[in-house]
């Protein structure tokens, strides 16, 4: 039996001292009818080599093409640093830091990442992570839900232009609270999210940037509406973005309250969807609505300074019902990865990733501007993500690329049904010129060969 | 042994009432900072705003715990202890002195006042509750 | 001491391999967009950040350094193998949202996963999207809410919950709007039928239990409350954090649980990573099947697929923006690959051993524990309040010392109901020598105690740093650095 180390001898020995003639006397409390005579029947064991045969194979079958795809998870470069060093059995094996003093590694680090991201934000303070961006925007919204006494309407208003994975959980979470959702329309020329239709008052604002076409919001002018009207403003932003772009923190007048979203760009791999972790920071009049686990600085008994968990009064385990979030196990490691990413890169290499990334989705779009059949969407400021509209059903342009090993990107029909034959394209720093002269060239002729064939053409677009 | 003043009313939920003409002094006792420890924290009712007999209007909080506060009376906050969001130790050095929560004026007088209990049936209670 | 990061910067220093080259600084981004100022992020070689981070590594307790006896969190063996496949390439490169076409293996995988799940808990539904079991417990509470507004029984808006229970089943209860009743235990651990009679009417929802419980022991009359919170029309839900102690053994459904969650960071030995990652899917009977989480993976002939909300209508949503910590789904169905049908029944029997032999070393070495008459299950409590009386040391101070010893401390003050106590769960990765060494060392530190109770007061001694300030940390809150 794989990790068991008892020998015979061992356990002989165990039951003598204990007493009882054999392991099975040891369920003796558990009544008799509850006991499992014998299991269904599940896959009989494996070694690490047949093991290693089988995921080969699979991760084989999963691997081979090249992505166009972001739409919240996106593909960079990780330093080979990174994950040995957060690999380490020290760090990867290593529980919540309830010991302060035997998780001192843990918790300098912790500190460290909590300083980064607040900064990052343009904001006070951070917590050391939630579970991923969709839940940090509900768990944002609860916050400003519990913080704002200038507002209790519990009306909180979305932009259409968030990610719609993120409002359906957000949808999930504040259902079961009496929370109102009002979501803001898009611009059908620019993309940005369209205020006029508000007319009543509400709790918070949540302003993405960019937003899901990729496109920059009118930050400043949309905080400063909020505020005034006694709103408070959740910025749901992508962190690495934020080292070119302007951060939540410095929108407006008095910069937004609360900043969250999905940390993976930096440093954790698309890994098919997870683990990732969210990120949350807020102005320091917040910090004690923040959620989730919190690293203070101290010092021990003999004034050397040391990290402990801090604020723990409102967590689950000493609030319980009244706790600021059932959170418990949080992202640990992955903020541990980002932390190492982050220190790498520096704010000029995070910089140079965002602007690489930027400048050559900017090089295709030149390009695919030029070819017809196909046209680019939204005519604001993008950053690294773009929305193109065909001629041509966009689930088969999707499968015609697809032959040529490329994920050309993600359709947006199933999400705006306005938007028809409509993509997202994501570009980031990891394309090489071929790559990128690959997809113009595979997509001009997926756009000739639908052009010849009379039944591919949609009318009407 | 924990010290309660005889002057003083209590609630069985741990707060101390002190009356002065129609103002009434809350604050919680020797034995409940006792029971919390060091305190880090102390969230006030808003100044004008009212309190309901029996509801949660303030929370105490320490490393170890975050404690809430029922009012003793209904009536309204006419001045809350602005130096315990500096200083909320004060609540443990001077538990009915200098580290008083809030004042309220009660909206009946009497009768809610005469309910509570006398400081040898809250010393009885605190006693009974120790095992 | 080891510095904090941003003391070790130097303006100017660049990791400049990893750094992508661009052909100008200069971007057609209007400038109203862009950021002006340079966050605080530390500017390093690569060697000054892996010398910096591995420093910081070696001052932390972890599995692979320590016994971790931590009551509650099965501290198990991390295996190595099911860590380097899971980063494997095509895993670790494929995108959330490729095509099903191009999903194949890891749903594969991700579905056999749910089968096994389902046939080692007894229920007929599995959604493995929660990512830790708080949100398991979410999932679960939300579709016992679904469940009686699907059927208009609206009056049901209390859950009940035993006063032993862990702090995320109230605050579950909370964040779903229902409002929360504590059910007393009784003096043998178990929970009090009589005060649930009472308390059950046509306002209750359900109950939350673990079982074994928080303390340790396993919940003997499990049937007759089933029938009483049944009867009362509410559900049960089954918190898995105890999983360990009767893998294989006894299945949740068969004791007449509706809906249960599993902590795969627990029972399924995926790695802690210092807080996180873990896993929380979660189990169902039919009764609950329509509402469960999305997505779910579905398999068709040969083919898997995503079942979304549209196949499922009354699913109660969605619970990440993609398919939950699918890289810990990964590990857990490996490491349930390597156990196999027959090392699936062995780990409840090794832990259950472990736990027995290490409580009966420390009752004969004359430490109290906390049910006496009572058999372990995959752990158990003992209580120094009689210790703290005579020798005047507490819990805190005997799991400070043990840190000095090279021991992880056990979990302290929890479950909330036993006075000064420890919950110690061995896990069955521990060799019989590694127990006898933790049994003796815990007979070291009260010998030491009876003359020299400064030693475990003052405790730890050897570590980075001795005990911390924590009234300061929450007081002169410092959570991040300044220049």
């Given at each position: ?5 008892h020998?015979e001898?061992d356990t002989?020995?165990m ?15 558990i ?5 499992v005579k014998a299991?269904?029947?599940i896959?009989?064991?494996l070694?690490e080599?047949?093991?290693?045969r089988?995921?080969?194979s ?14 919240g998870?996106?593909e960079?470069?990780?330093p080979?640093?990174v994950?040995e060093?957060?690999s380490?059995?020290e760090f990867l094996?290593?529980y ?9 590694g843990?918790?300098q ?13 343009g904001?006070d303070v951070?917590n050391?992570?939630?579970?991923e961006g969709?839940?940090a925007?509900?768990e944002a ?5 519990r913080a704002?006494?200038r ?7 979305i ?5 719609p994975?993120?409002?359906e959980v957000?949808k999930?979470i ?7 959702i009002?979501?803001l329309p ?5 993309g940005q999210?369209?205020i006029?239709s ?8 949540v302003i993405?940037q960019?937003n899901?076409?990729g496109?920059l919001e009118?930050v400043d002018?949309?905080?400063d509406?909020?505020?005034e009207?006694?709103?408070l403003v ?9 080292s ?10 008095n910069?937004a309250d609360?900043?969250?979203?999905e940390?993976q ?8 969807g997870?683990p990732?972790?969210g990120?949350l920071c807020?102005?320091k009049?917040?910090?004690r609505q923040?959620?989730?686990r919190?690293v203070?600085r101290?010092v021990d008994k ?5 990290f402990v ?9 000493i609030?319980?019902a009244?706790a600021t979030?059932?959170i418990?196990t949080?992202q640990g490691?992955?903020v541990?990865?980002?932390t190492?990413?982050m220190s790498l ?7 140079q990733?965002a ?9 295709l ?10 046209k680019?969407l939204f005519?604001g400021?993008f950053f690294?993500?773009m ?5 041509y059903?966009v689930t088969d342009?999707i499968?015609?690329?697809d032959?040529?090993q490329i ?10 049904p306005k938007l028809k034959?409509t ?6 720093e990891?394309?090489s010129?071929?790559?990128l002269e690959?997809y113009?060239d595979?997509l001009?002729?997926?756009?000739a060969?639908?052009?010849e064939s ?6 009407g677009? | ?6 002057k003083l ?5 741990h707060?101390w009432?002190r009356q002065?003409?129609?103002v ?9 900072q006792t029971?919390?420890g060091d305190?880090?924290y102390?969230?006030l009712?808003?100044?004008?705003s009212?309190?309901?007999?029996g509801?949660?209007c303030?929370v105490?909080?320490s ?5 809430d ?5 209904s ?6 202890n602005e ?5 909320p130790q004060?609540?443990?050095?001077d538990?009915y002195?200098k580290g008083?929560?809030f004042?309220?004026r009660p909206?009946?007088n009497?009768?809610d006042f005469?309910?509570?209990?006398t400081?040898e049936q809250?010393t009885k209670?605190?006693a009974?509750e120790?095992h | 001491?080891t ?13 400049s391999?990893?750094?992508p080259?661009?052909k100008?600084m200069?971007?057609d981004?209007?400038?109203k967009f862009?950021?002006?100022d340079t966050?605080?992020?530390p500017e390093?070689?690569?060697l000054e950040?892996?010398?910096?981070f591995?420093r910081l590594s ?6 692979d350094t320590?016994?971790y006896?931590?009551g509650?969190?099965t ?5 190595r193998g099911?860590h380097?496949?899971?980063?494997l390439?095509?895993?670790l490169q494929r995108?959330?949202l490729?095509t099903?076409?191009?999903s194949q293996?890891y749903m594969?995988?991700a579905?056999?996963?749910?089968e096994i799940?389902?046939t080692?808990?007894?229920?007929t539904g599995?959604?493995?999207?929660p990512m830790a079991?708080a949100q398991?417990?979410?999932a679960g509470v939300?579709?016992?809410h679904?469940y009686?507004r699907?059927r208009n029984d609206l009056?049901r ?10 702090g995320?089943?109230p605050?579950?209860a ?8 504590e059910?007393?235990?009784d003096?043998?651990g178990?929970v009090?039928l009589?005060s649930l009679?009472?308390a059950?009417g046509?306002?209750t ?6 079982n074994p419980s928080?303390l340790g022991?396993f919940?003997q009359?499990?049937q007759?409350i ?12 089954y ?5 360990n102690?009767i893998?294989?053994k006894v299945?949740?459904?068969d004791m007449?649980f ?7 960071h ?5 790695p802690h990573g ?14 609950l099947r329509?509402?469960l989480?999305m997505?779910i ?7 898997y697929?995503w079942l ?5 209508p ?5 619970l990440?923006?993609f398919m939950g910590n699918a890289?810990?789904i ?5 490491y349930?690959?390597?156990l196999?049908?027959e090392?699936m029944?062995?780990?409840a029997e090794?832990a259950?051993?472990n736990?027995?032999y290490?409580?009966t070393r420390?009752?004969k ?10 058999r372990a299950?995959h752990?158990?409590?003992i209580t120094l ?5 005579t020798?005047?040391?507490?819990a805190?101070?005997?799991a400070?010392?043990l840190?000095?010893?090279g ?15 420890l919950?110690i769960?061995p896990?069955e990765?521990?060799s019989k ?10 007979i070291?530190?009260l010998e030491?105690?009876?003359d ?6 003052n ?8 005990r911390?300030d924590e ?10 650095w300044h220049?």
């Open positions: 039996m794989p990790f068991i180390p020998t001898v002989e020995a039951l003598r001292e204990i007493g009882v003639a054999n392991i099975e006397n040891l369920f003796d409390e009544p008799e009818n509850l006991r299991l269904p029947p896959p009989p064991s070694t080599m047949e093991l290693t089988l995921m080969k699979r991760a084989a079958a999963d691997s081979g093409l090249t992505s166009f795809i972001g739409a998870a996106y960079h470069h990780i080979a640093a994950w060093v957060t380490r059995g094996t290593a919540t830091p309830y010991q302060a003093e035997a998780s001192q843990t918790l680090l912790l500190y460290e990442y909590q300083t980064m991201m607040a900064s990052l934000m904001l951070s050391a992570s939630l579970y969709a839940t925007l509900a919204i609860l916050m400003a839900v704002n006494r507002n209790t309407s519990h009306r909180i208003v932009p259409q232009s968030v990610h994975y993120y409002r957000v999930t504040v259902s079961q609270l009496k929370i109102e009002i979501e898009f611009h059908p020329d620019t999210c369209d006029s508000i007319a009543s008052d509400f709790t918070a604002l993405p960019p899901f076409f496109q009118e002018a949309l905080t509406w909020a505020h009207k006694n709103a959740i910025g749901v932003v992508n962190p690495l973005a934020m070119l772009i302007k951060p939540p923190g410095q929108w407006g007048k910069g609360i900043a969250c979203g940390g760009p930096l440093g954790v791999p698309m890994a098919s997870g990732y972790y990120f807020c102005k009049d917040w910090v923040l959620p989730g919190i203070g101290t003999d004034g050397k300074q040391g968990l801090t604020l723990q009064a409102r967590e689950q385990h609030r319980r009244k979030s059932n418990c949080n490691l992955l541990t990865a980002s190492i990413y890169l520096g704010p000029m290499g995070l910089r990733v602007l690489a990334s930027h400048q050559n989705l900017r090089w779009k030149d390009k695919i501007e030029n070819l017809s059949g196909v680019v005519s400021t690294h993500e929305v193109l509209q065909f001629s059903s342009i499968e015609e690329m032959k040529q994920a050309a990107g993600l359709s947006l029909e199933h999400f705006y034959n993509l997202l394209v994501c570009v980031t990891t394309k010129l071929e790559d690959q113009v595979c001009q002729k997926t756009l060969k639908f052009a009379p039944f591919k053409k949609i009318s677009e | 042994m924990n010290s309660v003043p005889t009313k209590y609630s069985r939920t707060e009432i002065d003409d129609d009434l002094t809350i604050g919680i006792t020797d034995h409940a029971m919390l305190l880090v102390v969230e009712p808003e100044p004008e009212n309190v309901e007999l509801h949660e303030a105490v909080e490393v170890k715990a975050a404690a506060v029922y009012s003793p009376i009536g309204e906050v006419i001045e809350i130096a315990l969001l500096e200083n004060l609540v443990n050095e538990p002195g008083w929560l004042r309220v909206f009946e009497e009768h005469n309910k509570l209990l400081a809250y209670q605190v009974s120790a | 001491m510095e904090i990061i941003f003391e070790l910067s130097s303006k100017g220093r660049l990791a391999a990893q750094i080259p661009i100008k200069i971007s981004i209007p400038d862009l950021r002006k966050p605080m992020i390093m070689s690569e950040v892996v010398r910096h591995t070696r001052k932390n307790f972890s599995i320590q016994f006896p931590l509650s969190c501290m198990k063996y991390n295996p099911v380097r496949l899971a980063m390439d095509g895993f995108h959330p490729a099903e076409a191009h293996g594969a995988s579905y056999e996963l749910q799940l389902k080692i808990t007894g229920m599995v959604s493995l999207t079991g398991g417990e979410f939300a579709m016992i679904a009686h699907s009056a808006n209390e859950i009940l919950v035993p006063d032993a229970a862990h995320t089943n605050a579950t909370a964040q779903c709007g229902f409002k929360v009743r059910i007393p235990t003096a043998n178990n009090d009589e009679k009472k059950v046509p306002q929802a359900g109950i939350m239990l673990t928080t022991v919940e009359q499990i007759e089933a029938n009483i919170v049944h009867t009362a029309g509410g559900l049960l839900y918190d898995g954090a105890n999983l102690a893998l294989g299945r949740p459904g007449g509706d809906v249960m969650h599993i902590n795969l627990k029972t399924f030995a995926t210092g807080g996180g990652p873990g896993g929380g899917p979660v189990a169902v009977n039919e009764r329509p509402f989480p997505p993976v579905a398999k068709e002939g040969e083919r697929r979304t909300i549209a196949d499922c009354q699913s109660i949503g969605r990440s923006a890289g810990i990964l590990r857990a169905y490996m349930a690959r390597l196999g049908q090392g029944q062995r780990v090794f259950t051993l736990a027995n290490l409580l420390l009752k070495a004359g430490f109290t524990p906390a049910y006496a008459t009572r299950s752990e158990f409590i309040k009689n210790e703290a009386k020798l005047h040391i507490t805190l101070d005997v400070k010392r840190l000095d010893y021991f992880h401390a056990p979990t302290m003050y929890f479950p909330l109901l036993v006075p000064e106590c919950l769960e896990t990765t521990e020598k590694v127990l006898d060494a933790f049994a003796d060392t815990l070291k530190i030491e105690a009876k020299n109770p400064a030693l475990l007061q405790a730890p001694h050897t570590l980075p740093v001795k911390l009234v300061k940390a929450a007081r002169d809150i410092d959570v991040v220049p």
